[in-house]
C-alpha cells in the first residue's frame, strides 16, 4: 500500500548534538511537508519542498535544516542550534495541487536526555 | 497566506449533529478548503474537501458559504470516536503549486456520552 513512513517513532537527542528524522513516500507525490506539534498545541510549519532539489522555509525553520535530492525522502535534521527540540514531528504529503489530499505519516517523538 | 480561524472548543452529545465552523475570509478564489482531524499522539486524518459546492462523504458534510470565506464541518451523529482535534486549511487548486500549507490551531470536539 502507499503511504509516507517516519522513523524512528520515538528519538532521543543529547545536548549539542544534530539528529536526522526520516521521511519516505511511495506515492509520486510533489510536495511534502515537514510539521512540529508542541503538547496540546496546532501544527506550525518548519519546511515545505514542492519539487526536488528545492525547498523553502516555513514559520519556524530555525535550528533545522532539510534536503530534497530524491522525490520520494525529505529528511530532517535538527540542528544543536534549536535549543528547544522537544515535540512531536509529523511529515506530510500531497500530489501538488489543494484538490488532492494531504496523507501524514505517524509522526516522530523527540525528546532531549 | 490565508488565515483561518476555528472555536478553541466545542461540546456534543453522542448521536448528536456537530456543526464545526471555520472562517478562512482572506481565502483565494482558487483555494480548496481541507478539513482534517487528529488524534492524541497521531497523525491528522483528511475528512473532507471542497471547492465551491457543498459536499458529502461517508465521514461528514462540508457546507461552504456562498462567499467562501466561511465553512462549516458537520458531523451528522457524534460518536465519541469522532472526539479529536479538527482542523480547517485553504489549499491552492488549479494549476499552482499546493505552496505554504498552514495549520491553525483547531477545534477540540469532546463527545459526551
Known amino acids: 500500500d502507499g503511504g509516507i513512513t517516519q522513523s524512528p517513532k520515538y528519538l532521543f537527542r543529547k545536548e549539542g548534538q544534530n539528529v536526522t528524522l526520516s521521511c519516505e513516500q511511495n506515492l509520486n507525490h510533489d510536495a511534502m511537508y515537514w510539521y512540529r506539534q508542541d503538547p496540546g498545541q496546532g501544527l506550525r510549519l518548519i519546511y515545505y519542498s514542492q519539487i526536488v532539489n528545492d525547498f523553502q522555509k516555513g514559520d519556524i525553520a530555525e535550528g533545522y535544516s532539510v534536503s530534497r535530492e530524491k522525490k520520494e525522502s525529505f529528511p530532517l535534521t535538527v540542528t544543536s542550534a534549536q535549543k528547544n527540540p522537544t515535540a512531536f514531528y509529523l511529515c506530510?504529503?500531497?500530489?501538488?495541487?489543494?484538490?488532492?489530499?494531504?496523507?501524514f505519516g505517524s509522526g516522530t517523538q523527540l525528546s532531549v536526555l | 497566506d490565508a488565515k483561518t480561524t476555528q472555536p478553541n472548543s466545542m461540546e456534543s452529545n453522542e448521536e448528536e449533529p456537530v456543526h464545526l465552523p471555520c472562517n478562512h475570509s482572506?481565502?483565494?478564489?482558487?483555494?480548496?478548503i481541507h478539513w482534517y482531524r487528529q488524534l492524541p499522539s497521531q497523525g491528522p486524518e483528511y475528512v473532507i474537501h471542497?471547492?465551491?459546492s457543498n459536499v458529502n462523504n461517508r465521514m461528514a458534510s462540508l457546507a461552504i458559504a456562498e462567499d467562501r470565506k466561511s465553512s462549516t464541518l458537520i458531523l451528522h451523529r457524534a460518536t465519541l470516536r469522532d472526539a479529536a482535534v479538527y482542523y480547517c486549511i485553504p489549499a491552492p487548486g488549479g494549476s499552482s503549486n499546493t505552496g505554504k500549507l498552514i495549520f491553525g490551531q483547531g477545534t477540540t470536539l469532546q463527545v459526551k456520552p
Open positions: 482572506t481565502i483565494s478564489g482558487t483555494d480548496y
Open positions: 471542497g471547492l465551491t
Open positions: 506530510a504529503s500531497i500530489p501538488g495541487t489543494g484538490n488532492e489530499k494531504l496523507f
